[in-house]
């Protein structure tokens, strides 16, 4: 039997967050240039997002360039945005096709204006699709996301339209960048790497976290249909017990 068809459509999680790892190092396994992982990539993308969508997933949230990447070597950097580029204007009609809509977190306006342009472009395009809502963290920092958020909430102190007595976890949450969705219950992590990496630091607090040492390039739906059935066989016990919550 599939991985697939061993999944409970009654117990999906709504959101699954992936560390997309792995490109650089699956394209030097091949002896070329990390910017052939990353092409390779969208392929793993395009499939994930379809398998994700045909299962019923909600929020898929991509990291798909971090705000400490704006530090590798200029040439990878100038690649992996016109992989975007050409990746958004390509994908475009698929995404209305599967009724994917597109969304971007992180501080999007440190990118390229062709890019920001090709981004809202898609988002605006996409925008009364109702099926899988595709989130892109770009220029994401997590702690970037917690500061911007505390700032907002400390100007309408300032102004006085908010007592400090009056913010809680609901506030805060409502004021990151992915305020309205709900917090990732899976966290997929490829290329055998056991770090968060500064990504949803805030939203992941109970989720499931899923490590695989398949390199993003190799990853295919069935291997998120793999981590789903994972997920499904943990016991989310959110601080009680485990009679609590039988
Ligand atoms: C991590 O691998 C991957 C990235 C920083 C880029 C991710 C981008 C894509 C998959 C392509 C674009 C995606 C979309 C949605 C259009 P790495 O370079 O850190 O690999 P390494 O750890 O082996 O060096």
Redesign the pocket.
């Given at each position: 039997m599939s991985y697939k068809d061993q999944i409970d459509l009654q117990k999906l999680p709504r959101h699954i967050a992936v560390?997309?790892?792995?490109?650089?190092?699956?394209?030097?396994g091949k002896g070329k240039l990390?910017v052939f992982?990353?092409?390779n990539?969208?392929l793993?993308?395009r499939d994930v997002v379809e398998g994700a969508g045909e299962l019923g997933i909600e929020y898929l949230t991509?990291?798909?360039?971090?705000a400490e990447?704006w530090s590798?070597p200029k040439f990878?950097v100038i690649a992996?945005m016109e992989?975007?580029i050409s990746?958004?204007n390509k994908?475009i009609a698929k995404l209305m096709n599967n009724n994917v809509r597109l969304n971007a977190i992180g501080d999007l306006n440190m990118l390229p204006d062709k890019c920001h342009k090709e981004l809202n472009n898609a988002i605006s395009k996409t925008a009364a699709n109702t099926g899988l809502v595709l989130t892109?963290a770009l220029s994401y920092s997590s702690r970037g996301e917690i500061v911007q958020a505390a700032k907002k909430l400390a100007a309408k102190v300032q102004s006085g339209e908010l007592q400090p007595a009056d913010i809680d976890e609901k506030m805060f949450e409502d004021n990151l960048y992915t305020g309205g969705m709900p917090n990732p219950e899976l966290l997929i992590r490829t290329?055998g790497?056991y770090r968060i990496s500064n990504y949803l630091l805030w939203q992941i607090a109970y989720a499931e976290l899923y490590f695989t040492a398949k390199?993003?390039?190799d990853f295919r739906r069935e291997d998120l249909y793999e981590a789903i059935l994972d997920y499904q066989k943990r016991e989310r016990r959110f601080g009680m017990t485990s009679e609590q919550v039988n």
């Open positions: 560390i997309m790892d792995g490109n650089g190092r699956w394209a030097k990390r992982g990353h092409h990539g969208v793993s993308v991509l990291y798909t360039f971090s990447n590798r990878e992996i992989l975007l990746t958004l994908e892109l290329s790497e390199l993003w390039p």
